[in-house]
């Protein structure tokens, strides 16, 4: 083990290395990679990665070296070189270069059943402290993320307390997006008419880079957000400051949303336009605003979520 | 019709606004004139180059052997060289779209000069075309060149049906390029997603002239599937055993049943869609019960098998390449067999890991993840063959061998990345990001490109009977090797940062540096396009001093060196015996090649026949009318179609016979040839004494 663990440890400072020094302004701002993880599961996902490369290499190296040496050393030039030009096989060899990746295989295979149960996004992650639920809404081109416990809403930031985990359940109103915060753990699709969930928890607080990766229109690359994981006085005072200077999210404010815009769009059209990071902040959300957009695709009965409809 | 507000019975949905620089017109502001300045200068390319053509045909006065030697020709080797030249044709539009996309995004901390729109169709067109219109008919042109010849045939089963599929092919690639001058091309990516490509989110042309060029060449290469398989099955030379094949053969067979298989539930998912958008239906749909997770499972049903369609005839080439210019059997042939097949039946059970993020349960994944990776086994021992079959070899570095050689490094590289990805967990993290987009061109370029551009250099003095310049290849090969290298490998890097596929522009500064990096590999690969051209020219030039008439020039194993170069249209005078496994270098080095048989006898061989090149025009006038709603157009071309293929099955004569005196005489004039040629050895292999006569190696040796 602890070999491993060394070897380990080098491979990621040496990989860590190649990203980041290359990247001396990722850190200044927000966290971007699960290779700097932010929290447990990415930091899980970051272990794996690097186990990953270090099973696979036994089997890539040897290629890497002894293709130009092989190469070299048989090139035609090299008379002293042994020359077989009849022989194609050898029982050892053969056994050899079938029983290794496979011995490799069932390795990664054990890690990998292990490490897909463990970190499944359906899955809570535990840190002692009820999780905070929060509603997760995909629009062209920004996300909603409705606190529903709290009775607010916000466009262009995601805020949790510190120690609490959050429990996301994610809905599309438009084509498929993809949420994530690398620096937190996995990201996960939202489907019109379909729920999805996700967890993840961050270790300290800070800034994390949010998106939608799956391409949804000419908007895409302004659909961004920021999490921040706040220290939980920072939280509750976030909290009171949307309860009392949020806008209402009344059916105007639902039209606006609706329109294809990035949240910068939105907070021009909603008169809050200002300097920096566009976020825009709701109180007075209704109660049960994310199942209606949910419902909203079932005009007629269809079959549900992914794992919704089974739960 | 559902959104077409602007529906005219003649017209259509053509209108101005369908011209590339109407927009910059209409609104001449500075993202306006810029973009429309490039859209304008790329269809001017496509329109300037045809007529270029034209003219050129016309003053040459090539009309008619264009029409009877080749649109019209049956032959699977013009048909063969005809698809290697669309693959080029639509590889140079693929390449200059990428190098574009990387000059956007060296430029894009910000903004860029791109607009969002633009770069939507870039990366859709790019990937269409990479995966449909030059990968698909390089390799189905390579089979088709080659597999007869290696088997012992004279041509495929169904040579008619050869060119009807090339013809699909090119009205597809057609409808491509016709979007570049009329109208505007899908933003959906290559896998075309909806709900995004519905008609509620993309309510132009686009998505349709993606559906319908997607359709036209999914139908061609299920025919194409269809007739190597049997050919395969069927046509094979006496004592040419399934197990005696040469490699290439296998990975045709392989990649033969996959696109069987593979293509129709392409066909399927992509006229589900055309009946979303022209009929109202709701397969996909966000809103009355439509599901696209139904369109993900059958477009990646096709999308999976597809990625090992194009890899399996690459594996074959990189089989022949190692084995004759190491000079040596290949390692491990029925390892190497077992693995292919083996590939084959698992690229069926592992489509679900190109969305392992849309919230199946762990179990699912799991199951996925372990078959994806299974696959890395025989892929792992194939690499290991092919190194134990340059040990104790002669290795030469000619221009196929660099490119199987720099395969061999990067592709491994490929598959730690492709392992890496096989794990859900990983996946959850670089999914649709750099990193995806990095791993599959480190498996598309090294793997599939590079192993059909060392096919070309490999064959292509069989198909027109003179070498290709070696020494431009080298620098073409080298130049694809460091190109790739220096454009992708920052990808990855990318990807880890979190930086998604498919971003116009960014925000975070981070990502600058590797972008750039990327963007200059982008040159370095317009380099090695350029080098490719200069090549051809250079031997063009050349070819009387690089002729290899014998036919022989690499001191080849497999029956395609056999017969002359360029070979005669029945490929050979007789069909040979085979009695082992490189039964061509056995031939040789028992001194029995070049054998005059004990007796000839009258060749029939297929007609030439217009239906290919009838179809071709057919489809892309359907497929052009649909696109615009003009169905006058539609209607009368499916029905020309179809009165075609039922008035061919009335055709009794479909056969013409060359007689045994001309085979004699085309046979004694190449023995004749043969016997004043001087063989060479490998040390004159790459200059003007190699005229296609070789000493085998194991004789060089011996000496």
């Known amino acids: ?311 | 019709m559902s959104g077409g507000a602007t529906w005219d019975p003649l017209l259509g949905r053509l209108g101005l606004d369908a011209l590339p620089f109407w927009s910059m017109i209409e609104h001449p502001t500075r993202p306006e004139i810029v973009n429309g300045s490039i859209a304008t200068a790329a269809a001017s390319v496509v329109v300037l180059g045809a007529l270029a053509v034209v003219v050129l045909v016309t003053r040459k006065g090539w009309w008619r052997a264009l029409w009877s030697d080749w649109l019209t020709s049956v032959d699977h080797k013009k048909i063969g060289i005809m698809y290697v030249v669309l693959a080029f044709v639509m590889l140079a539009r693929g390449v200059v779209e990428a190098v574009l996309m990387r000059a956007q995004q060296a430029f894009g901390l910000g903004g860029g000069f791109l607009s969002p729109e633009h770069f939507g169709q870039l990366f859709s067109t790019h990937g269409t075309i990479m995966i449909f219109f030059v990968a698909m008919p390089f390799l189905s042109g390579l089979i088709n060149f080659v597999m007869p010849l290696q088997i012992g045939a004279r041509d495929v089963s169904f040579p008619v049906l050869n060119s009807i599929s090339l013809g699909l092919t090119a009205a597809g690639a057609g409808l491509v390029m016709v979007s570049l001058v009329v109208g505007r091309f899908s933003t959906g990516g290559w896998s075309g997603y909806p709900p995004f490509t519905e008609l509620a989110y993309s309510p132009g042309v686009g998505p349709d002239y993606w559906i319908w060029s997607v359709t036209l060449s999914s139908l061609g290469s299920t025919l194409t599937g269809v007739n190597f398989a049997v050919t395969i099955y069927k046509q094979r030379a006496p004592g040419m055993h399934l197990f005696r094949m040469p490699l290439f053969c296998w990975t045709a067979l392989c990649t033969s049943i996959l696109m069987i298989f593979a293509m129709p539930p392409l066909t399927v998912a992509t006229l589900l869609l055309a009946l979303d958008r022209y009929a109202g239906f709701h397969f996909f749909t966000t809103t009355l019960g439509g599901d696209m997770m139904n369109y993900a499972n059958l477009f990646w049903l096709f999308g999976h098998p597809e990625v090992y369609i194009l890899i399996l005839p690459a594996f074959g080439v990189f089989s022949e390449v190692f084995s004759t210019f190491s000079g040596k059997r290949l390692y491990g042939y029925s390892s190497l067999v077992a693995a292919t097949m083996v590939i084959a039946v698992l690229s069926f059970t592992v489509w679900l890991h190109h969305f392992f993020t849309m919230g199946q349960d762990a179990d699912i994944n799991a199951a996925f993840g372990i078959a994806t990776m299974t696959i890395g086994i025989p892929t792992g021992v194939k690499v290991y063959d092919w190194l134990l079959t340059l040990f104790r070899g002669r290795v030469r570095l000619t221009t196929p061998m660099i490119y199987a050689l720099g395969f061999t490094v990067l592709f491994v590289v490929g598959g730690l990345s492709g392992i890496l990805l096989a794990n859900p967990t990983i996946d959850f993290q670089v999914h649709n990001t750099l990193f995806l987009v990095a791993h599959f061109h480190n498996m598309l370029v090294p793997g599939l490109l590079f192993g059909m551009l060392a096919g070309y250099s490999f064959w292509f003095p069989k198909a027109f009977g003179f070498r290709l310049d070696e020494r431009w290849g080298r620098i073409s090969a080298l130049a694809w090797i460091v190109g790739f290298m220096l454009a992708f490998f920052p990808l990855y890097a990318l990807g880890l940062l979190g930086m998604p596929r498919r971003m116009v522009a960014f925000f975070q500064p981070a990502y600058l540096p590797w972008t750039i990096a990327a963007g200059l590999g982008g040159l370095v690969i317009l380099f090695a396009l350029f080098s490719l051209v200069v090549q051809l020219r250079v031997s063009v030039g050349a070819r009387e001093a690089n002729r290899v008439p014998v036919g022989d020039p690499w001191d080849g194993r497999s029956l395609e060196w056999a017969t002359a170069a360029p070979p005669p249209e029945y490929n050979f005078p007789v069909l040979p015996e085979v009695g082992s496994r490189d039964p061509f270098m056995t031939a040789k080095e028992a001194g029995a090649a070049y054998q005059e048989p004990e007796a000839y006898e009258d060749i029939e061989m297929p007609a030439n026949s217009a239906l290919g090149a009838l179809l071709c025009l057919c489809g892309g006038a359907a497929g052009f009318g649909l696109v615009w709603y003009l169905f006058w157009l539609v209607v009368p071309a499916l029905a020309v179609a179809l009165g075609a293929l039922i008035a061919r099955s009335f055709l009794r004569r479909t056969t013409r016979t060359i007689a045994a005196g001309e085979v004699r005489r085309t046979h004694r004039h190449w023995l004749a040839e043969v016997s004043r040629t001087a063989a060479v050895t490998r040390a004159g292999e790459c200059d003007v004494r190699n005229r296609g006569r070789a000493v085998p190696a194991a004789l060089e040796a011996a000496e």
């Open chain 1, 1 to 311: 083990m602890r070999p491993a663990r060394r070897l380990r440890r080098v491979g990621a400072a040496l990989a860590s290395a190649v990203v980041l020094l290359a990247a001396p302004a990722a850190r200044a701002g927000e966290a971007l990679s699960f290779l700097d993880p932010q929290g447990p599961v990415a930091a899980a996902q970051r272990d794996h990665f690097y186990w990953v490369i270090g099973l696979v290499m036994i089997v890539v190296l040897p290629v890497v070296l002894a293709t130009p040496i092989l190469a070299w050393r048989y090139r035609y030039g090299a008379r002293k070189a042994a020359y077989r030009p009849k022989w194609h096989f050898s029982w050892s060899l053969e056994i050899a270069i079938w029983g290794i990746p496979v011995a490799v295989v069932a390795a990664l295979v054990w890690l990998l059943w292990v490490g897909t149960h463990a970190l499944d996004p359906y899955k809570a992650v535990e840190t002692g402290q009820p999780p905070l639920r929060v509603q997760v809404v995909g629009y062209d081109w920004k996300w909603l993320f409705i606190y529903p416990d709290q009775g607010i809403a916000s466009v262009g930031e995601l805020a949790f307390p510190v120690d609490r985990p959050l429990a996301l359940r994610l809905t599309s109103a438009t084509v498929m997006q993809s949420f994530f915060v690398p620096a937190l753990g996995s990201q996960i699709y939202a489907m019109n008419g379909m729920v999805t969930r996700l967890h993840l928890a961050a270790d300290r607080p800070g800034r994390f880079l949010g998106e939608n990766t799956q391409y949804n229109g000419r908007g895409f690359h302004e659909q961004r957000f920021v999490a921040r994981a706040l220290p939980p006085a920072d939280f509750a005072a976030w909290v009171a400051r949307l309860r009392a200077q949020g806008a209402a999210l009344g059916p105007a404010v639902a039209a606006a949303l609706a329109e294809r815009g990035s949240a910068r769009d939105l907070a021009r059209a909603l008169g809050l336009a200002g300097e920096g990071a566009p976020v825009v902040g709701f109180r007075a959300v209704p109660p049960r605003l994310f199942e209606q957009i949910v419902e909203r695709a079932h005009a007629v009965p269809a079959a549900g979520g992914a794992r919704e409809a089974a739960r």
